[in-house]
């Protein structure tokens, strides 16, 4: 109890509650290195309902790493990546986040081609 | 720790102590008896009055510490019954926390500061107590703390009585059971309710240890294991504030705890005690009630001084009590449940064990009074150990808070159950809480009740404690486990050991998880969170259209838009495209022969369609040329006639001429001489000449042998308009009446030709003479080629159109139209041998240029052909006997074309008709009968009905019509030769002719003047005989003064001269009409 209360007193105003502007989350920037991330993996693919799975998991983990070199230190990440087939049907997707706006943000990104929808978004959460 | 007992072995402990403290528990029980020494020599410090009280006090405070003690022992077994309970409470004290948020913390900080006074203050003053004078004025603190031991006194003091009661009930109704009975005896006695206490705890501690013992056996099971690891994890926080708070509210409930014990205890008498009891709790719970309040602020500065008390701790302090808990849990946990089946069971071995206990406990307690008493008489002893003294004194401060600490927890344990008091149903959560701590039910309703809520708080329990289960602490329990059971004595070391390493991380963890809750809640203060929602992706389903494009319009296809009308294109230019072509030229030439071909077939085709053209254009441009030639010479030739009529060209020195214009001679008629020429009546420019035949014929000129005849237009005398040409000798000649399109000549072989002046050149040839081309027209039609009956046998004298030139105006002139215009008309020929043949002219619609198979007379492509329609055969009329009549010249009557004229070589004139038998007079004759060749005969051109004759003899007779005899008679000696050319009437004056004779002398008559000699006499030529004389008709065209009439002279030498007659020749004297016919009358 006393110990926690004295580190109140120190810590109490050392809290960084926004991020260094540098390190913001930029979904511009994110946006951009998806949109490689997505072309690099799947230009010239077309669907393959096996081989998807593991596109995902590596589209996903590339983005991660890559955005992970970004430089956005107090960032926690989540990278959500949807591959699916073109068929002709309607896709919606949408997301819900409760966050703080001020510091959070997420990028997103959508490859197309005759084949394959593959909608990806990147979740940067600031971690205080 | 170590220093505890070291402290325990060597100063403190008797033999029988050391002895005891091979057992674990004893030394257990040593520290605590030596903590109670240790309040009990404070307590001395009062004065003796209080002496007793205090004691009573001390006493009650010692059995709270040995109920401590065992609560700290009952509460490990119970802790995991109560843990749910705990939870709940940790969690609903986090959440007050929570809600209070600052608040509290800044009580707490207060607090903080008022805890380290006090703190100080306190030990100071412990200082004091313990090494100087312990009658010293205690601070407030120790007398707030004598208050709270005073209540807590009453309170005991309370529960005593109640127990007594409870005791002696249980004695009364229930004495089968030894120890509740053994403490119903030693009801009074303290000692040996100590000592039933400590057999309580040793009892417990023994069934732990057999329960441990067992558990050893059954230590696979799993559950109990992993109920304390979840205890362990999901406790983390609860247990901080459990340790920071949870000790407050534990300590003030502590009491109530211990009587909530005892009353288990009790409960296990009976069930009727049970309902007396329920009286008496519902009284004591109101007690409670109030002390709790009291209580409560002396709780808080207890607190206050523990905390203050901990805040001097070190590290070592800190963690060791983390170890304490560690400890105390897992102890818990392994007694759990175990214990609590078990309970009953041991009960009995807990029992016979109770009486060893508290014969034990009875001695103990001797030995510590002893100690206390050894310890108030020796205090000076006391102070040479100072800092011995001091060391323990830190040491027993840790064991106080370790005392307390448990005491925390055995308050943490009942605070569900204070909490729960509050509430209306408070026995009823009571109740089972009794069956919980594993007592026998008599009662079978209440049993069966009691057994469900059992049953119900054990899962609970269960469920709370379930996931406890790490493989790191079943290992570590294990070894635990093996430690306790082999050796108790050894057990604190191990335990220490092990305490050490787990207890750190959890600290750390939790020291951790605090942070981060902290900082959670801090920050959450300041941060707003909000929901926002994004759209990732969108997308529309596919229309037919793109679908149908994805699917076929990229497969090896095409799109291409077609319009049905393919060929269906407009173009429009408004320029027409320049037709760019290669020639060469060397100089700017006039025809297409000027430049060269340039490039390519183009020009090949062109160079033929334009040598084509050529031929047709110059065929064309021909006939224009001639048409229109014709017109414009007309023109000019009119022209030239009024230019003439002024300038006297040619004068000559004949009276009768103004003047004269030569005809050229043609080289190719060079030689010959005009034999005939013949004015045409209409047109009077128009000229027939008929050569006579060539006297010698040269091989060089072609047309020596031929007939010719020019015809002239006297306003052109340098050309004349056509030659033509015929194969035999042209005697006379004349045109087509009213238009001089057709020619017609009467031959030496008694022929006859007509020509169409009409026809192109390109019918005829063209002949090359001297450097000059002549062409030659050749008869259209020519009768020599007809059936040789119907043609002429014989010379043809006269050829003559049977048409009335002087027919009146009106009478006529629609007749002359009509034959004009269809061109049909009658031809009269008269041959020598006194045939006249009538032939009509007629137009043939399509000319055959192959030329006829049937008539032969008709030349190719001719269209005017001569038709034999009649003739005549002259007959002698003064003799019967008919002999062939050789005739000269025939004449038409002027007035009456049916009658006819025709000079014989009988010396008369034969009158005849064309339609009918006879004439009247028959015929006309001289004065003589001598047969003369009636030569020439020429009628009046004023329709006057006379007529001169010339003989063969050198006469002239004047005739009328209506007498057969001459008028008058001009002998040959007038003029004094023999041969009389001509006697013609002048075409101008009707009373005026002129004679003319070999001599090439012209007589003029002028009947006004006298016709016995002749007005005038001139010579026409000197060098040359006259051929031929020939007058224009055109009298009225003269009297109108348009063109004055005109004379041609033909001379033998072929030169040709158109006079102009001059002007008294050529203009009417007055009355001169009527005189002739008076002076024809005179006869």
Redesign the interface.
Known sequence: ?????V??TTT?NT?I?RPNFQHKFRPVIVKETIHNVLNEHLSGKSYDSEETTEWTRQISDDIKLKLKDLGYDRYKFVVQV?IGE?R??????????????DTDS?A?D?FMN?SI?C?A?AFGCFY? | MPSEKVRSKEDTWTTNELKKALNKDEIRKERERLKRERREGKGEDINEYEEKERRHRRDGEERRHHRDDEDRKKHRESKREELTEDEREAQRRERRERKEGKSSKSDDKRRDEDRRRHRDEEEEDRRERRHRDRDEKRPRDDRNREEERERRRREKEAEREKRHRDKDDRHREKEEKDDRRRRHEEDDDKRRRHRDEDGEDRRRRHRDEDGEDRRRQRDEDGEDRRRRHRDEDDDGKRRRHRDEDGEERRRRHKDEDEEDRRRKHRKDDGDEDRKRRHHRDEDEREKRRERHREDEDGYKREKHRQREKRGERTLDEDERERQRQERREKREAKEGGKSRHREEDEEERRRRKEKEREKEREREKEKEREREKRKSAKPSRKRENEPEEEENGYGDYEDDFEDYEDDFEEEEDDTPVVKGKQLSDYDLQKTPRKGGAGLDYSDSEMDEVLRALDQENERLYQDSRQGNDSPRYNQYNKQYDDQDSDSEPARPVTRGLINFTGARQRAISRKANSKTAKRAQDLLQMIELDVSSYDLFDLPPVKEYDLYIRSFGRTDTKQAYVQTNDDNIDREIQTEEIDVRQKWTQHLAEDFTGCGRGDGEKDLDEEETAQQNKQQDLGRLNSFIQKAGQVISILLDEEKDQQRQEKAENRTNLSLSEGYSQLTCLSILKGRCVEFAHFSPTQPNYLLTAYSKCAEASESNPVDRKGIICVWNTNEPSYPQRILACESQPVCCCFSPYKTTLVFAGMVDGSVCAWDLREPPALHKSIKYENSDHLLRYPTYNTAGINEVKNHQSPVTTLSPVVSYTDSDSDTHDSHEDSSGGLSFQLVSCEELGVLKFWVVAEISSPDMAGSEFDLGLSPGGRIKLVLSSSIQLQNPLREKSEPLRSFELQLSPGDLNHFYVGTEKGFVYHGLRFGSRAYPRTFTALNDAPVDIKTIDFSPFSHPCFLVTTGDGDVHLFSTKTDTALVSWPSRVWGTMGVKCARWSQSRPCVFYVLDDNSRLYTFDLLEGDSMPAKIETLSNDARVTCLSFTSDVRQAGHGGRNPQMLICLESGVNHIHTIAKDYREQQTLEDEFLPSYLARF
């Open positions: 109890m006393t110990d926690t209360a580190e109140d109490s809290y509650i949807v073109q002709g049907e309607g896709v919606k997707m949408g997301c819900r986040c409760f966050w703080d706006s997420y997103q959508i005759d929808f909608v978004a205080y």
